[in-house]
């Protein structure tokens, strides 16, 4: 079974300044998706980001961006210029195709993250 | 365009009761699946509904159930309903089975008493 593992509870980082979130996941297979969702005060889960393992190129989405090294089965998360709006809990998932029998999300047991103005 | 709607958003029960929550996925999607949130066991997959079928369930008792309409909006119901019960219940929409980006709604919080 595929399992996510985010080893920081808590973080948290000025405003302005960089931050980056760990995930480390273990699977068997070589293909499959990542992802990092925040979850605000307000509950709903946001997507942040999405990487294909099939892809070399780290995916970047605006100040978010991430370290995917397959090999390490690492996935982190780098939040630049960190905003008072970054503020929540932050959950690695991990995902596999289409037709390997179990497409559901598997997540980490999340981050939270303070921005201290 | 709407997002995904849950509803209600709060919600209290007795034990033994039984409660229904409601799931309408983004206009377009077919693919809806549930998850339970509590602090103890984080979030965790219950089912996943496509074109009204089941194509996957997590490890729950079969207390958990659900089903899915043919305009793709989607129910889960616990029967007698237990202390541990007590979560966030999400729900994900996305377009089609093999597209993987799915879209949350804000949650149906269940408190069993």
């Known amino acids: 079974a595929q399992t996510v593992t985010q080893s920081q509870p808590e973080m948290s980082v000025q405003e302005a300044e960089t931050v980056t979130l760990s995930c480390t996941y273990d699977t068997s297979e070589s293909d499959y998706y990542l992802f990092w969702y925040k979850q605000p005060p307000s509950r709903q889960m946001i997507l942040v980001i999405r990487?294909?393992?099939?892809?070399?190129q780290n995916a970047t989405e605006n100040r978010f961006s991430v370290n995917f090294q397959k090999a390490a089965k690492s996935f982190s998360l780098k939040i630049s210029d960190s905003q008072l709006g970054d503020a929540a809990m932050y959950f690695c998932a991990y995902r596999t195709p289409l037709g390997f029998g179990n497409e559901k999300l598997t997540f980490g047991t999340g981050t939270r993250l303070t921005i201290i103005p | 365009k709407a997002g995904v709607t849950q509803t209600p958003r709060y919600l209290i029960k007795t034990r033994g009761q039984q409660v229904t929550l409601s799931c309408s996925p983004i206009?377009?999607?077919?693919?809806v699946s549930w998850y339970q949130q509590t602090p103890g066991q984080g979030l965790q997959f219950l089912f996943e509904?496509?074109?009204?079928?089941?194509?996957n369930k997590g490890n729950f008792p079969g207390r958990f159930s659900g089903r899915q309409f043919s305009n793709s909006r989607s129910e889960m119901n616990v029967s007698t309903l237990e202390l541990g019960d007590s979560a966030l219940y999400l729900c994900a929409s996305s377009l089609s089975a093999v597209n993987t980006e799915a879209f949350f709604g804000q949650g149906t919080r269940l408190t069993v008493v």
């Open positions: 990487q294909e393992a099939y892809k070399q």
């Open positions: 509904y496509f074109s009204e079928t089941q194509r």
């Open positions: 206009s377009g999607h077919r693919s």
